[in-house]
């Protein structure tokens, strides 16, 4: 065997149109890379083919026999995703998009005042990481502001008996203000890929700033007239933090459509569903209509949350009409 013939693989750690940027992680040596004609992938049609976080093999081109940091290298393939977080890229496409491969952790980044939470969004990141194998933690960043107000806090609370109390989601509270939580976010972090996701304006890119000062990452003022998140960040992008570990920022999406998720599973992605759906006099049970189904029962109760029980019935109808939701 020669030489020649060795795998070479890297992982994606920025993508921009049809330009990637590698690096041999762990090391950090970003390095250009291109593909050139069509890359045969089996799987869902998406808008992008490779995505951060994908693990690829490539070549030098011909005459360059090694990473010279300028000369792109040849991406040749696509190792099997452990997994992933794929969204529909618009309303009523059939065209998916992949926010990120093979991630340790994703972290869903929320604010409870500002900006406001908006639920269905909430809902359809967290039943895609569990539909697509992603562990997830919830992070209330911005909690300075929570405490700082009774009618926030009130509602925090609100927020934490449905998602930790009935849902069972790990949720950290941050502060890039008084450094609520960053130790904890630190040690989550460690040794990790992790995707930082959520609304624009949360405070993602504050966090891996204080995370890695050194990257300083340019962030928002959203104090502009309708409190809209400006939309910083217009890629993907992974950043290595300094001890170890890699954060994946992501531009604020602005709204998510779940993908091909079946019909009799998608309750199973509700934790606090899946609990009592074998108290449903009917097997299966789509918990809308059927005589004695435990879930509505539970919601009656307010067991179950009628937001999150909202949500559910929203993504049922999306996910046969093939819509994105805001
Ligand atoms: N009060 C407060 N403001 C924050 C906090 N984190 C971020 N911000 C502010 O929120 C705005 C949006 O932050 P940015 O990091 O750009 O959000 P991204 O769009 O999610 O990346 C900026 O003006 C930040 O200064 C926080 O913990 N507390
Ligand atoms: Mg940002
Ligand atoms: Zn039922």
Not at 193 to 205: A, D, F, P
Request: glycine share 8%; charged share 25%; net charge neutral.
């Amino acid at each position: 065997m020669s030489t020649e013939s060795a795998n070479l693989t890297a992982t994606v750690i920025r993508h921009t149109g049809s330009n990637y940027l590698l690096s041999s992680l762990p090391e950090w040596n970003p390095f250009p890379a291109v593909i050139r004609g069509k890359l045969r992938l089996k799987g869902v049609k998406t808008t992008n083919p490779i995505a951060v976080g994908d693990i690829v093999e490539y070549r030098y081109e011909s005459g360059i026999e090694q990473v010279d940091g300028n000369t792109p290298v040849v991406i040749t393939s696509v190792a099997p995703r452990r997994n992933y977080i794929i969204r529909r890229a618009a309303n009523l496409s059939r065209q998916y998009h992949i926010i990120a491969a093979n991630v340790d952790l994703a972290l869903l980044v929320v604010t409870i005042d500002f900006p406001e939470v908006k639920w269905p969004f909430i809902d359809r990141f967290l039943v895609t990481c569990a539909a697509y194998g992603v562990p997830v933690k919830i992070v209330v960043n911005k909690y300075d502001t929570v405490i700082a107000n009774e009618q926030v806090k009130e509602r925090y609370e609100l927020f934490r008996i449905i998602y930790k109390g009935q849902a069972g989601y790990d949720i950290l509270r941050t502060s890039v203000v008084d450094g609520t939580g960053i130790d904890s976010l630190r040690e989550l972090c460690r040794g990790k890929k992790v995707l930082l996701s959520g609304q624009s304006g949360v405070g993602k890119s504050s966090l891996i700033n204080i995370l890695n000062p050194e990257l300083d990452l340019k962030t928002a003022d959203i104090s502009d007239a309708n409190n809209q998140g400006k939309h910083t960040t217009t890629f993907y992008q992974m950043h290595p933090l300094p001890e170890s570990g890699w954060v994946i920022d992501t531009p604020g999406i602005r709204g998510f459509g779940i993908v091909d998720l079946r019909e009799d599973e998608l309750s199973t992605y509700f934790p606090e569903m899946l609990r009592v759906s074998g108290d449903c006099r009917f097997t299966p049970c789509s918990h809308t209509h059927e005589p004695g189904c435990a879930v509505v029962k539970c919601v009656e109760e307010g067991i179950i949350s009628e937001e999150r029980y909202n949500s559910y019935l929203g993504m049922l109808e999306d996910n046969s009409e093939g819509k994105y939701r805001k």
